[in-house]
């Protein structure tokens, strides 16, 4: 067999896929994903980049907010996809850039706000993508993150990062809210605030938007049936295989704006 990169890994994973993710509902709606968008209110004469743009529901939201908004992703399909909804929905203030989380195609400070949604648990390092995102930032800007995170404990985490990898070979990892923290804060990014969200994953809907194997798809339902009680009602697995997650947004900005601010 070939050896693939992950990034190649990533982008064919995604690429082929790519209509399933805009037409996602977890995806397309929900309260996390008002609460990233929500930040850029603040922005009207503002330049967003959204990082690892995916089927691009965060920058269509965010459009209506802002001056303009980039998408960024390592897949030309989703951009090609995004690139053409925007067309369709007559957002004009709409490019997209091809690119990886950890060498952005973009000048230092080129933007005012920072959102990334369901996109760090497929970076390489996590801690390169952060850098990255506060080096495209600007003094006074923001960044703000959504991703799911691990419960922490190993026994919880251990069932979580096992499914995901077998429904999703690109996965890397979920981290916990602590690492988190502190690879936001080796990135120079101060945290202002934190909110939790607890997402259902319909189990078909899951499995079907990354065309999972069956013999994959089959693993999974037999370790789901294999854990103890204590991991099943964490992540209140059902019958059906359907289960919950947890999400969590960070709110950042840049620690030496926070330093130059007035006491």
Not at 178 to 198: G, H, I, P, S
Request: aromatic share 8%; net charge negative; glycine share 6%.
């Amino acid at each position: 067999m070939a050896e693939v990169s992950h990034e190649r890994l990533v982008e064919t994973q995604f690429g082929a896929r790519a209509n399933a993710y805009v037409e996602s509902k977890v995806h397309a709606q929900g309260a996390d994903l008002i609460a990233l968008t929500q930040l850029a209110q603040d922005y009207p004469h503002g330049r967003v980049l959204d990082l690892g743009c995916g089927g691009g529901h965060v920058s269509f939201h965010a459009a209506t907010h802002v001056q303009e908004v980039v998408a960024c992703d390592l897949s030309t399909d989703m951009l090609d996809l995004v690139a053409e909804i925007g067309q369709r929905r007559q957002i004009k203030n709409l490019t997209t850039q091809k690119g990886y989380a950890e060498s952005l195609p973009f000048a230092d400070g080129a933007f005012d706000l920072v959102l990334s949604r369901y996109s760090a648990h497929h970076w390489r390092d996590l801690g390169a993508g952060l850098r990255e995102a506060a080096r495209v930032l600007k003094t006074d800007g923001r960044a703000g993150f959504v991703d799911v995170i691990s419960p922490g404990p190993a026994l919880l985490d251990s069932f979580l990062q096992a499914v995901e990898l077998l429904r999703d070979p690109s996965h890397v990892r979920d981290y916990s809210r602590a690492e988190w923290e502190m690879a936001l804060a080796a990135a120079r990014l101060v945290c202002e605030k934190t909110e939790r969200f607890r997402v259902k994953l319909n189990f078909a809907e899951w499995i079907e938007r990354m065309k999972t194997p069956p013999v994959q798809e089959e693993a999974i339902r037999a370790l789901q049936q294999g854990i103890s009680g204590d991991v099943r009602d964490y992540f209140e697995v059902r019958a059906d295989g359907s289960f919950c997650i947890d999400v969590v947004l960070f709110v950042t900005r840049r620690l030496d704006a926070v330093r130059l601010s007035p006491d």
